[in-house]
T-cell receptor
């Protein structure tokens, strides 16, 4: 069955450092991969989308890589700030464009 | 401002009772979705609708029902047949089906008492 794995353990980093979150998937060939941010008790908010034929995408302090051979995406936040503390969800979308599969998310804590 | 409004934010259900979660969007999106989120698990799709008067079961539809009488509205009923309804419920919408961003509401917490 299709499966997305994100590190279930929380990631704790110091302010100013780069946070790197991992998303691995199996039994799926996504056409798109998205990253969302979710704060406690709130709905997820879209951050970035990367297509299967793209290796890397950047937006301000955010960078996403997508390796379809390794079946992995890395999500980087550079110069991290305490306000970046949240849960980050990885989502895969198939070629048909409809069904979106979400990972359980990784909790990030940035210490001042 | 455009967005998705879910209500109520907190809801308590007694055993054997049906409850309905409201979801309204003013984004003019065609597709609407209901997800359930449990601690340590990814979002799981309950139902989705691509057009008015049409909806399809997702991965965990048992014990739930929906309607889509208007483009803006997609209410979810949690029936007494759902044995473990305590969860965080998220309504979402998307402009087009293919690849576009999903927009989420703020969620509704349902607790069985």
């Amino acid at each position: 069955s299709q499966k997305i794995e994100q590190n279930s353990e929380a990631l704790n980093i110091q302010e100013g450092k780069t946070a790197t979150l991992t998303c691995n998937y199996t039994n799926y060939s996504p056409a798109y991969l998205q990253w969302y941010r979710q704060d406690p008790g709130r709905g997820p908010v879209f951050l970035l989308l990367i297509r299967e034929n793209e290796k890397e995408k950047r937006k301000e302090r955010l960078k996403v890589t997508f390796d379809t051979t390794l079946k992995q995406s890395l999500f980087h936040i550079t110069a991290s700030q305490p306000a970046d503390s949240a849960t980050y969800l990885c989502a895969l979308i198939g070629a048909g464009g409809f069904k979106t599969i979400f990972g359980a998310g990784t909790r990030l804590f940035v210490k001042a | 401002d455009g967005g998705i409004t879910q209500s109520p934010k907190y809801l308590f259900r007694k055993e054997g009772q049906n409850v309905t979660l409201s979801c309204e969007q003013n984004l003019n999106h065609d597709a609407m979705y209901w997800y359930r989120q449990d601690p340590g698990q990814g979002l799981r799709l309950i139902y989705y609708s691509q057009i008015v008067n049409d909806f399809q079961k997702g991965d965990i539809a048992e014990g739930y029902s929906v309607s889509r009488e208007k483009k803006e509205s997609f209410p979810l009923t949690v029936t007494s047949a759902q044995k473990n309804p305590t969860a965080f419920y998220l309504c979402a919408s998307r402009k087009e089906v293919t690849g576009n961003t999903i927009y989420f509401g703020e969620g509704s917490w349902l607790t069985v008492v």
